[in-house]
């Protein structure tokens, strides 16, 4: 038996951006650790993994992502203290306090259509600050960044794309244009 052939094409990833000045600073602190994608990665809260997008599929991917921007109201994410994925995944985090379902219901939108995949982990909105590090290093970053806290308004979401160099970098982003739920 063999495996099906892979499809080629971009990585993408879609993600809500950590804006200034948190994103360098979140950045920073995951290079303090000895992160080895510190550079590599800016901070984010994922909403899509990376998935590979071939070319014919980009229109209609765009077009998908057009249509579930409209259907989100911008939100607030509050950033607040650290966590982790262990003893399943060696990762640090700074947890979501606020913005939770407002990422859960956005990331299932966006992964539907030409977009649907299926997640290896369930998912959890979170910034990573630490990964592929030592325990010490790990160990480091949870207590450092036990304290953390920020807050900030998500407008819109960003499609990344992976470079040949494992650089990620922000080529699009999406406005959220739907209305606020009524109370």
């Given at each position: 038996m063999t495996d099906a052939p892979r499809p080629t094409g971009q990585a993408i990833g879609l993600a809500v951006p950590i804006p200034e000045p948190y994103g360098s600073e979140l950045q920073d602190w995951r290079r303090s650790f000895g992160d080895p994608l510190a550079d590599a990665i800016p901070a984010h809260i994922t909403?899509?993994?990376?998935?590979?997008?071939?070319?014919?599929?980009?229109?209609?991917?765009?077009?998908?992502?057009?249509?579930?921007?409209?259907?989100?109201?911008?939100?607030?994410?509050?950033?607040?203290?650290?966590?982790?994925?262990?003893?399943?995944?060696?990762?640090?985090?700074?947890?979501?306090?606020?913005?939770?379902?407002?990422?859960?219901?956005?990331?299932?939108?966006?992964?539907?259509?030409?977009?649907?995949?299926?997640?290896?982990?369930?998912?959890?909105?979170?910034?990573?600050?630490?990964?592929h590090v030592s325990e010490e290093a790990m160990d480091n970053a949870f207590d450092t960044l036990a304290g953390y806290d920020a807050g900030f308004d998500v407008a819109a979401f960003s499609l990344y794309e992976h470079g040949d160099d494992g650089y990620w970098r922000r080529e699009r982003d999406f406005v959220l244009t739907g209305e606020a739920a009524r109370v």
């Amino acid at each position: 038996m063999t495996d099906a052939p892979r499809p080629t094409g971009q990585a993408i990833g879609l993600a809500v951006p950590i804006p200034e000045p948190y994103g360098s600073e979140l950045q920073d602190w995951r290079r303090s650790f000895g992160d080895p994608l510190a550079d590599a990665i800016p901070a984010h809260i994922t909403l899509l993994p990376p998935t590979v997008l071939t070319d014919a599929d980009r229109d209609g991917v765009y077009e998908h992502l057009d249509k579930v921007a409209a259907r989100f109201a911008p939100f607030r994410v509050h950033l607040r203290g650290t966590a982790t994925f262990l003893p399943v995944s060696p990762v640090v985090f700074v947890a979501l306090a606020q913005g939770i379902s407002a990422c859960e219901r956005l990331s299932e939108a966006i992964r539907t259509g030409p977009l649907e995949v299926e997640l290896s982990f369930p998912y959890h909105p979170h910034v990573t600050v630490a990964h592929h590090v030592s325990e010490e290093a790990m160990d480091n970053a949870f207590d450092t960044l036990a304290g953390y806290d920020a807050g900030f308004d998500v407008a819109a979401f960003s499609l990344y794309e992976h470079g040949d160099d494992g650089y990620w970098r922000r080529e699009r982003d999406f406005v959220l244009t739907g209305e606020a739920a009524r109370v």
